[in-house]
């Protein structure tokens, strides 16, 4: 029997793991490209979550009666943010912020805040 086959198993085998090395080599490139995706949203998930909180801080100061520095630094565990305030222009109030990510990446974020109801009102990133 096996000298029938006359060479048919070789290239059904060569073809079979052809296939299979074309389906894996797909599979390990769409893997690659969803991990990539997936770090880059932690990331931008992360910096918003670093202004969201400094906005945050910022109007307790507001709300508490405080005074609101000219510059201040708010650390966090991958990042800074430094905030500038502005002189304010009646009840409105403009405070620009950097965030310095570890990774290098810089960000620039602008709010502007109603001292009289003592919230953000506006807010605009700058890039």
């Known amino acids: ?31 690659l490209t969803e991990r990539k995706l997936a770090h880059e949203t932690s990331l931008i998930l992360q910096e918003e979550y670093y202004f969201h909180s400094s906005v945050k801080k910022v109007e307790e100061i507001i709300q508490s009666g405080g005074v609101i520095p000219s510059r201040g630094t708010f650390t966090y ?12 222009i009646g009840a409105i109030q403009k405070i620009n912020f950097t965030l310095r990510m570890d990774t290098g990446e810089t960000l620039v974020g602008r709010g502007f805040f109603d001292t009289s109801s003592k919230i953000m009102i506006k807010w605009v990133e700058m890039n």
């Open 1 to 31: 029997m096996r000298n029938n086959e006359q060479g048919f198993t070789y290239p059904l085998t060569l073809a079979v793991l052809i296939l299979f090395l074309l389906l894996f080599s797909f599979r390990v490139e769409q893997l």
């Open 77 to 88: 565990l991958n990042g800074n943010i430094v905030f500038q305030a502005d002189i304010p």
